[in-house]
């Protein structure tokens, strides 16, 4: 790849990045909540998640997915399931939040309750694999940076979903350090935890059913 088209490549991955949608919530609202090593984690969890598109996408699962209408039907409703079942359990937690985070900005293991850095990894994680909307986003977005005469198509593809992913985890970390910044220095976050909880539980709630109201790709 040229390295003007990589350049592209790279500030588009980013600008997507940037976007706001149901893992950035994530990350964000965690972060409000425990600080930015929690922050961090969810990042973590939620950029493992990519790799299942990435990994699935190069050995052409993606791409059966996209014309099987059934595939795609179930992971859409398996997706959809999870995230309003993470956002009902945040709008009826109790407390802090739903995973036992403990005091907002405690940035140790403690601030999580045992096993809540586990917790909040694989929320991550599974709000990402099985959102079947990323996958259809690799299908559209990786192949216009891979020029027809390139002879391992399946290699080029998960090199540069990869590249993807590693921009990626930075935005994400960038995300739950902000969001961090902003809940040290703003008594009125730590007040408003509760409605914070409240508000991002609405919000999953309100892309799964987005989700569940995606048409299949050759509908």
């Known amino acids: 790849?040229?390295?003007?088209?990589?350049l592209l490549f790279v500030a588009a991955g980013l600008l997507l990045n940037l976007t706001p949608g149901p893992d950035v919530l994530y990350i964000v609202s965690n972060a409000l909540r425990g600080g930015a090593r929690v922050g961090m984690v969810a990042a973590l969890g939620i950029t493992a998640g990519c790799f299942v598109h990435i990994f699935a996408a190069a050995v052409g699962v993606s791409a059966l997915m996209a014309a099987s209408a059934t595939a795609f039907t179930i992971l859409k409703w398996l997706g959809a399931a999870y995230l309003v079942y993470v956002g009902v359990q945040l709008l009826f937690s109790k407390g802090v939040n739903a995973i036992k985070l403990g005091a907002p900005n405690a940035d140790s293991a403690k601030a999580t309750g045992g096993n809540g850095y586990d917790a909040i990894f694989l929320r991550g994680f599974w709000t990402n694999a099985l959102n079947p909307k990323v996958a259809l986003f690799f299908l559209a977005f990786l192949p216009q940076f891979i020029a027809p005469t390139v002879e391992h198509k399946p290699m080029a593809f998960l090199l540069l979903g990869l590249l993807f992913n590693f921009n990626g985890l930075w935005v994400?970390?960038?995300?739950?350090?902000?969001?961090?910044?902003?809940?040290?220095?703003?008594?009125?976050?730590?007040?408003?935890?509760?409605?914070?909880?409240?508000?991002?539980?609405?919000?999953f709630v309100g892309f799964g059913i987005k989700l569940a109201l995606t048409q299949t790709p050759n509908a």
Request: charged share 15%; proline share 3%; no cysteine.
């Open 1 to 6: 790849m040229p390295i003007d088209q990589l």
């Open 172 to 203: 994400n970390i960038g995300w739950a350090l902000a969001a961090a910044w902003l809940a040290n220095r703003a008594s009125l976050v730590h007040k408003s935890m509760h409605w914070l909880d409240r508000f991002a539980g609405a919000m």
